[in-house]
């Protein structure tokens, strides 16, 4: 199976992205479809034995949609602007059309021959509606398109069918008879309300397009004392890079030089100057403030942090309230084609009267569109991730974004999550059973092989004694939230927690870490460690208690280190010593309470209770697996932006709830009308052609409006 993605032009509806959803998924080559209205796009996964992209790109532009691989290929600018022609053509085809109603006009011809001329440009801008709504048609996949065009070809249609018989003597009046303006201006509105959408959309898409196109394409490679340019994709882990002044960072690295300067605003949401040494890692999207550097580099383009960045943002999942819309977008319009058609049927043989019989065809046609049913949810959500994105919060779906509103329990390791993650030597005590140098010289060698944060804190702390760091380590073993051993010189050196050494006695008590070190099962060290509280946790926790929210820690550390952090952020429930399997069940037996459960972790051992969970968060950028298995990342330092994503997330379904109900209503309140089912009862209210036009474009425009008030959130 192959992985495609495509961007797609010409969608203006739920019913049109669906259709495409539709029509492949019948294809025996389409494993699976998904179609993204708002970005444009789609992920498909296909069997390159039985088709190609040509295949598929084919098979998409059959339903009158453009799709390409290239997103720079598109060039829909001039089309978005033929709404221009639109609007010119039919400001004085409505005005003159109106005339009718206040003057006496003597050749009824002549005015009809002007409007006839002044539709044709308004038919020529609009001829993408009508190619498309007739090959979905065509498809018996009928969507907004679809209705517009049967609707407004109906009122064209039947006006050329009234002018036949007022030149043929059969009926005495023509003006007050023919719809060319109504199909006009459906055309105009409907384009105009096009253009607005995409206009919202363009600019809710700001943040991802904007970071697309900052991101640098090419690096200099360093080597010899020169610089060559080189795109990014040729670049390879362990080259060297240099970052002039001013200049974006393209790929993550390790800084070669003694220092430098960098403004990470972009990745973090931070807008402070960032001071890094040598041998810290740098990350990409960083913007060089000193002068130039030079870096080793240590990811591949889709690795690096904006790539990733980058890549969570054009995610593509749906939201499952998304799907609800998709599913009744499927079947209204093919129902509303039907009862249109029987409504009108039934008119004209209980009246005998074609023309009111038309009216009733058009009017429901045209007010029936599941334009804003089909805007509801992406455009809010769409609006909902830019938002958060300038807070370094990103969500890797809108799954994750709807999800995130029914958390009940947020479950929190400690290490680097309550904690800032800077760990530091605060003490050593060596037992004096060797050798200090010697001791010492173990421990880095095989901590050296860990990527574990109190690991790189103990080989800082060792760097600074006169070691011997070139020990050969083999049989290296990691239990993941316990410790590490190895073999060296025909000695086993075990480093980690109490519980790892299969200590019974010399257990000391502390507030602090403690890392012991054995030789041989005798314990020969032991380092304490610290870690500080992130400055915005109490505030954290208070915010989430106010919203009924319950925060637990679930941590590998020590009873007393625990319960310090648990009693300094007011957190009333915590264990202690929980490997990545007890974290897994704990997780579980929440669940089995139907509670919704958000675990925050940045490790190995956490990747469990991640992928558990029914929402994962990860704060850190250090561990790739850890990112893989989250459902949103944070960059920034500020912990408490959790829960400005949690409120986010509820404002945001809210808003979609909003949409729906107000598209719904707007439906079942305007179908009827537009079907005359107030005649009936003797009530006199009918809706004309080009007001049922006008009023579905407003109803499209009313949920954008709406959905942009999440701006403000």
Request: glycine fraction near 6%; proline fraction near 2%.
């Amino acid at each position: 199976m192959k992985e495609i993605r495509l961007k797609i032009e010409g969608m203006s509806c739920t019913a049109c992205s669906g259709s495409i959803e539709r029509s492949l998924s019948r294809k025996i080559f389409i494993n699976k479809i998904e179609v993204d209205l708002i970005n444009a796009k789609a992920f498909i996964i296909y069997d390159e034995n039985l088709a190609n992209t040509e295949d598929i790109i084919n098979q998409i532009e059959k339903l009158g949609y453009k799709a390409y691989i290239n997103k720079n290929e598109i060039t829909n600018n001039k089309k978005n602007e033929k709404y221009i022609i639109a609007i010119i053509f039919a400001i004085p085809l409505f005005i003159i059309s109106m005339g009718s109603m206040f003057f006496h006009i003597n050749n009824e011809l002549l005015i009809c021959a002007i409007q006839m001329i002044l539709i044709l440009p308004i038919l020529y801008a609009g001829s993408q509606i009508y190619k498309k709504g007739f090959l979905s048609l065509v498809k018996m996949i009928p969507n907004m398109d679809s209705l517009v065009m049967l609707g407004s070809s109906s009122a064209i249609i039947y006006s050329i069918y009234m002018l036949i018989l007022y030149i043929t003597g059969n009926i005495d009046s023509l003006l007050h008879n023919i719809y060319f303006e109504s199909a006009g201006v459906i055309i105009a509105v409907i384009m105009l309300g096009k253009k607005l959408e995409h206009n919202a959309t363009n600019n809710a898409k700001s943040a991802i397009e904007s970071l697309i196109n900052l991101a640098p394409k090419t690096a200099l490679q360093y080597e010899n004392n020169t610089t060559i340019q080189k795109n990014i994709e040729d670049i390879n882990i362990d080259d060297i890079i240099a970052i002039p002044k001013g200049s974006m960072v393209s790929l993550d690295g390790i800084l070669l030089d003694n220092q430098c300067i960098l403004d990470t605003s972009l990745i973090t949401g931070e807008s402070k100057r960032v001071y890094k040494k040598q041998g810290e890692t740098i990350l990409s999207g960083s913007i060089n403030y000193g002068e130039q550097f030079l870096l080793k580099v240590t990811t591949k383009t889709l690795d690096s942090t904006i790539g990733k960045i980058i890549h969570l943002m054009q995610g593509i999942k749906k939201a499952p309230i998304a799907r609800i819309a998709d599913i009744i977008s499927a079947y209204f319009v093919p129902i509303v084609i039907i009862i249109a058609t029987i409504g009108a049927v039934l008119w004209y043989l209980a009246k005998g009267d074609l023309h009111f019989s038309f009216i009733i065809l058009t009017s429901t046609l045209l007010i029936s569109c599941p334009c804003a049913l089909g805007l509801a949810t992406p455009l809010s959500i769409l609006i909902a991730t830019n938002k958060a994105s300038k807070q370094a919060i990103y969500f890797k779906s809108g799954e994750s974004l709807e999800n995130l509103s029914k958390i009940d329990v947020v479950v929190f390791d400690k290490t680097g999550t309550i904690t800032t993650g800077n760990v530091e030597v605060i003490n050593f005590i060596d037992k004096k059973k060797i050798d200090k140098n010697e001791l010492l010289s173990y421990i880095y060698a095989i901590e050296h092989k860990s990527e574990h944060i109190i690991a790189q804190a103990i080989t800082s702390y060792i760097s600074g004694f006169d070691i011997d760091k070139n020990l050969q380590v083999s049989d290296i073993q990691t239990t993941i939230g316990s410790g590490i051993k190895g073999n060296i010189n025909g000695k086993t050196i075990k480093i980690g927690n109490a519980k790892f050494i299969n200590l019974d006695s010399e257990l000391i008590d502390s507030t602090n870490t403690l890392i012991y070190i054995s030789i041989d099962d005798i314990v020969c060290a032991i380092f304490e460690v610290s870690d500080k509280i992130r400055g915005n946790a109490k505030e954290l926790i208070s915010n989430l208690e106010s919203i009924n929210i319950q925060s637990i820690i679930l941590s590998g550390d020590t009873k007393e280190c625990v319960k310090k952090i648990a009693d300094e952020c007011g957190i009333k429930k915590y264990y202690y010593s929980q490997l990545p399997d007890e974290k897994l069940a704990f997780i579980e037996n929440l669940q089995n309470e139907n509670k919704k459960v958000a675990f925050i972790g940045d490790g190995i051992n956490d990747v469990l209770a991640l992928k558990k969970a029914d929402i994962g968060i990860s704060l850190s950028i250090a561990n790739d697996i850890a990112i893989k298995q989250a459902d949103i990342l944070l960059l920034n330092s500020n912990l408490n932006n959790i829960y400005n994503a949690i409120i986010l997330s509820k404002k945001t379904i809210i808003n979609i709830k909003e949409n729906l109900a107000f598209a719904f209503i707007y439906n079942i309140c305007a179908i009827p009308i537009a079907l005359g089912i107030p005649y009936i009862f003797g009530i006199n209210i009918s809706l004309n052609p080009m007001i049922a036009g006008v009023a579905m474009g407003l109803s499209s425009i009313s949920v954008v409006l709406n959905s942009m008030r999440l701006n403000k959130a």
